[in-house]
């Protein structure tokens, strides 16, 4: 059963902290819808709490195009698109886990490029929050055992 924020949030509301709440309680994604959200909620706040940017999620998140995928799923094809960027200029051998070391340091000489990805990540997702809670709203029926 829903609480009074999870029934304010599938009632219309696009309040953070219901969000932040929801993605809390969803430790161990069930179904797709889950893991969507949680994907998109984990690569925002990495990449608005980390210094380094989007060279983070390059070398210490998920793959990604898994992170693109999600964010294409929500409706957030300009992030996708970025993300898909990033990836055109890394090369696959590069992103292989036996050469993170390798990784690190063409990331770090390419940095003013990774920043200004960054900053189109962060300026694309202004409307990350309404977004999300629509999304959340949309596949209400996966996300009701959370709630």
């Not at 949680?38 to 925002?44: F, L």
Request: proline share 3%; aromatic share 8%; with cysteine.
């Amino acid at each position: 059963m829903a609480t009074d924020g999870m029934t304010s949030l599938f009632a219309g509301s696009d309040d953070e902290a219901i969000l932040y709440a929801l993605h809390r309680r969803i430790q161990s994604p069930r179904n797709d819808a889950e893991r969507t959200f949680r994907r998109v909620w984990d690569a925002v706040d990495l990449l608005h709490s980390e210094t380094d940017g989007i060279e983070m999620l390059v070398v210490d998140g998920e793959p990604l195009e898994d992170y693109a995928a999600a964010f294409d799923k929500i409706g957030m094809s300009q992030v996708a698109a970025i993300l898909s960027r990033v990836l055109g200029l890394i090369s696959a051998d590069l992103r292989q886990p036996q050469n993170k070391q390798a990784l690190v340091v063409f990331l770090a000489r390419h940095r003013e490029l990774f920043t200004r990805f960054t900053c189109d990540f962060c300026a694309a997702c202004l409307a990350f929050v309404p977004i999300a809670a629509r999304y959340v709203r949309e596949h209400r029926d996966d996300f009701c055992e959370d709630a």
